[in-house]
Every structure is written in C-alpha cells, then in structure tokens.
C-alpha cells in the first residue's frame, strides 16, 4: 500500500485527481490518495486551482513502482547487523539439490537505485556450501539500501537494509 500526496503550493482550495496508468480513477479525489500499485504501474495526479489561478490546473509526473520481487534463490541468505554499522556481514548457504552458489554477485542499491557497492561472494564460509563475506559500510550514507544477491545458477534475492 502506498500513499501519494500532492503539494499544491499558491493554490488556496485545490481539489485533485488521481490516475493510474493515465487512467482517471473514479472517486479518486482526496489527498493524500492511499492505493496499492503492482510492479510497472504508475500513478499521477491532475491539480485544479479553480478559475483565479493561471494556469488553473497542473499535471504531475508518473511515479512508477519498480517492486520487489520474491526471493526466488534456494537456500538461505543471512544480512546482519541490520541496522548496519561500520560493517556488514552476508552468508549464503545452499538448500538441499539446488544449484552452486558460488560464485555470487553482490549489488548494493541505494532508495533511489543508484548502485554504492558491486562485488563477488567467492570465498567459502565455515561450512560446505556456504559463503559469507563482509563489506565495509562506515563511508555510506544514512538511509535505506537495498542489496541484491544473484548465484551462478541465475536465482536471485532483494533485501532490505538501513544505516
């Protein structure tokens, strides 16, 4: 569920309209708007300032979801602490008859998809099939990362972490 809200700033009583995939939305009139988008959608809302303004109405951006798809990996993927420090520490372990995990490519998004970190988890762990590796986090930034782990067998995982 997510909530949009439209700053209508110089515009004494404002009313709105909101729009999925460019699509009015019948009833959609409040703001903030609260609705619940799947991945590739995307919102907009119309502003109308009434007849004193100029111009009397403005048109938002489309604000798309991108999403998080579920974790398709097999086996067990472990990030702490979370919330990171200085450092953070990841462990992938394989589940029973899936694919090697080794070598795994390691992404690090920050909330707005920039990438801050891109490596390979290729060292064993302290048991077979297992891999952990420990990255040095003290130069990021506060807020909100997403990491994204992908195997050698294709499958891959998106989690959420916060500094």
């Known amino acids: 569920t997510d909530t949009f809200t439209a ?7 404002p009313t709105y309209q909101w729009f999925r995939n460019n699509v009015l939305i019948p009833g959609a009139t409040s703001n903030p708007y609260i609705d619940t988008l799947g991945a590739g959608q995307h919102m907009s809302v119309v502003v109308h ?5 100029s111009p009397d109405s403005a048109g938002s951006n489309n604000l798309t979801t991108t999403g998080i798809p579920p974790n398709p990996l ?3 993927f472990a990030v702490w602490p979370n919330p990171v420090g200085e450092s953070l520490t990841l462990s992938l372990s394989e589940g029973e008859g899936t694919a090697r995990v080794l070598p795994a490519v390691v992404e690090i998004f920050d909330i707005v998809g920039r990438a801050v970190y891109s490596g390979v988890m290729a060292s064993p762990g302290l048991s077979k099939g297992e891999v952990t590796e ?6 990021f930034s506060r807020g909100t990362y997403f990491i994204e782990i992908t195997n050698s067998g294709g499958e891959r995982v998106i989690k959420k972490i916060v500094k």
């Not at 700053?7 to 009583?13: D, E, F, G, I, L």
């Not at 300032?49 to 303004?53: E, I, L, P, R, T």
């Open 7 to 13: 700053n209508a700033t110089n515009c004494p009583s």
């Open 49 to 53: 300032c009434g007849a004193c303004a």
């Open 74 to 76: 097999k086996g067990e």
């Open 134 to 139: 420990t990255i040095d986090t003290k130069n």
